[in-house]
């Protein structure tokens, strides 16, 4: 067979066994993800596995963004824990597929392009906060069922073992790339315990993952106003968080494999698989950066690899679970921590002497709202409202004036820097109506305005030096300004004086 073949898409090349050794490697480390998050949300462990299965495998087939792996997230888990304490799993399922019908629309309607508007910092202090999460939810590892930290030679075996997979991870790639790091080491792990009859905790050890395939399950609600009520905030909630993640997620592997997705493809993607998940039993779910920094460092670049690891998932739930429910948590937890490691932006530290001070404040203020609230969707809207507020601010302050009188004796202002709602103040200061001269001509060539605003203040002077008994001409200003001006007179009184020499709102003299 040739080593390379088409799948789903004709313009990338597939690498067979790179895409299904690197899917089943991604398929070992969702369960005690899918089991974890399934606890935080208060749901059995099988609800949170057949979440990863179904989204898994949906959004690889479908999802705009070829590599990429879905599942049920920390994310989503931490916005239904209090419908499920209130109301019930069939109301999780429900607000699930209400979820997914919400991005769905999102994606039909192309709202995926509005994550241009997240700056650089907010998507550095996202991934820095993220890196923080999987590193502390592995901590949990290190301690017994009552909840204190191990001791004695527990606690000396599992540091062990978690440092041969983390050895492993990083140093078999410099030998050969052959095969998975990360699957190596958790086979290595494995044999160690199993060969060497290790005491040590297993996934079995978390719950049990044994189970038939997702059954088909139609929520069992009243259809009614009421219950739109109880489900329609958290599955607005929960479609906004997915789609953030699923998005950020996207443009984060974008750039390690300097390729492009397709952000509307893949909200879509998210919708359907979201909808099929309440439909069969799972609790819904996003994008996974952890999971899906593991098939690309692995080197899967296509759908291959997501649809292997959905179905050896599947296949570990039906068939081989007491296999899987063997393996040392110590190998998938030193497999986490490799990740956060790797998702991390070391670079973001030695930013701090050259980034300005306002995108370094935004980067921490993100990461840590990210890190402590684990509210990914928070973070980020935080960190835009604050990058935009800060954005505002600086260029209020840019808006200058030039002056100059002319041989003819007018007076010439020549605007420099947006003229918007946060530099209005300034732009006012700027003018001398009562000893300026008869004729003032007022140059926008450098200039632009922007908003309501705006062109309030452009009405207020220009009505000033008319009481003032003055002319007032304004000059170059672009098709958008004059458009905004002549949209604005059917609501305000914009005073501006025409003039057959200077050719009013026209970009030349």
Same mark, same amino acid.
């Given at each position: 067979?040739?080593?390379?073949?088409?799948?789903?898409?004709?313009?990338?090349?597939?690498?067979?066994?790179?895409?299904?050794l690197?899917?089943?490697?991604?398929?070992l480390?969702?369960?005690?993800?899918?089991i974890?998050?399934?606890?935080?949300a208060?749901l059995?462990?099988?609800?949170?596995?057949?979440?990863?299965?179904?989204?898994?495998?949906?959004?690889?087939?479908?999802?705009?963004?070829?590599?990429?792996?879905?599942?049920?997230?920390?994310?989503?888990?931490?916005?239904?824990?209090?419908?499920?304490?209130?109301?019930?799993?069939?109301?999780?399922?429900?607000?699930?597929?209400?979820?997914?019908?919400?991005?769905?629309?999102?994606?039909?309607?192309r709202l995926?392009?509005?994550?241009?508007?997240?700056?650089?910092?907010?998507?550095?202090g996202?991934?820095n906060?993220?890196?923080?999460?999987?590193?502390?939810?592995?901590?949990e590892?290190?301690?017994?069922?009552?909840?204190?930290?191990?001791?004695?030679?527990?606690?000396?075996i599992?540091?062990?073992?978690?440092?041969?997979?983390?050895?492993?991870?990083?140093?078999?790639?410099?030998?050969?790339?052959?095969v998975?790091?990360?699957?190596c080491?958790?086979?290595?792990?494995?044999?160690?315990?199993?060969g060497?009859?290790i005491?040590?905790?297993?996934?079995?050890?978390?719950?049990?993952?044994?189970g038939?395939?997702?059954?088909?399950?139609?929520?069992?609600?009243?259809?009614?106003f009421? $219950?739109?009520?109880?489900?329609f905030?958290?599955?607005?909630?929960?479609?906004?968080?997915?789609?953030?993640?699923?998005?950020?997620?996207? !443009?984060?592997?974008?750039?390690? $494999?300097? $390729?492009?997705?397709?952000?509307?493809?893949?909200?879509?993607?998210?919708?359907?698989?979201?909808?099929?998940?309440?439909?069969?039993?799972?609790?819904?779910?996003?994008?996974?950066?952890?999971?899906?920094?593991?098939?690309?460092?692995?080197?899967?670049?296509?759908?291959?690899?997501?649809?292997?690891?959905?179905?050896?998932?599947?296949?570990?739930?039906?068939?081989?679970?007491?296999?899987?429910?063997?393996?040392?948590?110590?190998?998938?937890?030193?497999?986490?921590?490799?990740?956060?490691?790797? $998702?991390?932006?070391w670079?973001?530290?030695?930013?701090?002497?050259?980034?300005?001070?306002?995108?370094?404040?935004?980067?921490?203020?993100v990461?840590?709202?990210?890190?402590?609230?684990?509210?990914?969707?928070?973070?980020?809207?935080?960190?835009?409202?604050?990058?935009?507020?800060?954005?505002?601010?600086?260029?209020?302050?840019?808006?200058?004036?030039?002056?100059?009188?002319?041989?003819?004796?007018?007076?010439?202002y020549?605007?420099?820097?947006?003229?918007?709602?946060?530099?209005?103040?300034?732009?006012?200061?700027?003018?001398?109506?009562?000893?300026?001269?008869?004729?003032?001509?007022?140059?926008?060539?450098?200039?632009?305005?922007?908003?309501?605003?705006a062109?309030?203040?452009?009405?207020?002077?220009?009505?000033?030096?008319?009481?003032?008994?003055?002319?007032?001409?304004?000059?170059?200003?672009?098709?958008?300004?004059?458009?905004?001006?002549? !949209?604005?007179?059917?609501?305000?009184?914009?005073n501006?004086?025409?003039?057959?020499?200077?050719?009013?709102?026209? !970009?030349?003299?």
């Amino acid at each position: 067979m040739n080593k390379y073949f088409k799948l789903f898409d004709s313009s990338q090349e597939v690498d067979y066994k790179t895409e299904v050794l690197s899917g089943l490697t991604v398929a070992l480390a969702l369960v005690p993800e899918a089991i974890a998050f399934a606890f935080i949300a208060g749901l059995s462990p099988l609800t949170g596995l057949y979440a990863a299965f179904v989204m898994g495998l949906v959004t690889s087939i479908l999802g705009g963004r070829p590599g990429m792996i879905s599942g049920a997230t920390g994310a989503v888990a931490v916005v239904i824990v209090s419908l499920a304490k209130t109301h019930g799993i069939e109301y999780i399922f429900a607000a699930v597929i209400l979820a997914g019908i919400l991005q769905f629309a999102a994606g039909v309607l192309r709202l995926g392009k509005l994550m241009r508007l997240v700056p650089h910092q907010v998507i550095f202090g996202f991934v820095n906060g993220l890196a923080i999460i999987i590193f502390m939810s592995q901590l949990e590892q290190f301690k017994d069922p009552s909840g204190n930290w191990l001791t004695g030679p527990p606690l000396y075996i599992l540091l062990g073992l978690v440092l041969i997979t983390m050895l492993i991870i990083w140093g078999l790639p410099k030998l050969t790339k052959a095969v998975p790091a990360s699957l190596c080491a958790i086979l290595v792990v494995f044999g160690i315990v199993v060969g060497f009859d290790i005491d040590t905790k297993t996934v079995g050890d978390i719950a049990s993952i044994k189970g038939g395939f997702p059954p088909f399950h139609i929520p069992s609600i009243p259809l009614s106003f009421e $219950t739109l009520k109880i489900i329609f905030p958290y599955a607005a909630i929960v479609a906004g968080v997915g789609l953030i993640e699923s998005l950020l997620t996207l !443009n984060i592997i974008d750039e390690i $494999t300097e $390729t492009r997705g397709i952000g509307n493809k893949e909200a879509i993607a998210q919708g359907t698989a979201n909808i099929l998940s309440g439909f069969f039993s799972g609790m819904g779910g996003c994008a996974m950066l952890g999971q899906s920094l593991i098939n690309v460092s692995n080197g899967a670049r296509a759908r291959l690899s997501g649809i292997v690891a959905s179905l050896m998932l599947l296949v570990f739930i039906m068939f081989g679970a007491g296999l899987v429910e063997r393996l040392p948590m110590a190998a998938l937890t030193g497999l986490m921590i490799m990740v956060a490691i790797g $998702t991390f932006e070391w670079a973001s530290l030695r930013t701090f002497s050259r980034m300005p001070r306002s995108d370094i404040f935004v980067m921490i203020l993100v990461t840590l709202v990210t890190a402590i609230l684990h509210n990914l969707a928070l973070a980020v809207v935080i960190g835009v409202i604050i990058s935009a507020l800060m954005f505002s601010w600086d260029n209020a302050k840019r808006i200058r004036a030039r002056k100059r009188i002319d041989e003819q004796g007018v007076k010439h202002y020549e605007i420099y820097g947006p003229l918007f709602f946060g530099s209005v103040a300034v732009f006012n200061e700027k003018f001398d109506v009562l000893n300026d001269p008869d004729e003032v001509v007022i140059d926008f060539e450098e200039s632009r305005v922007v908003d309501m605003s705006a062109i309030e203040a452009l009405n207020k002077i220009t009505e000033r030096y008319h009481k003032a008994g003055k002319t007032i001409r304004l000059k170059h200003l672009s098709p958008d300004c004059r458009k905004l001006l002549k !949209n604005a007179e059917k609501i305000i009184l914009v005073n501006v004086l025409e003039d057959p020499t200077y050719k009013l709102l026209v !970009n030349k003299l």
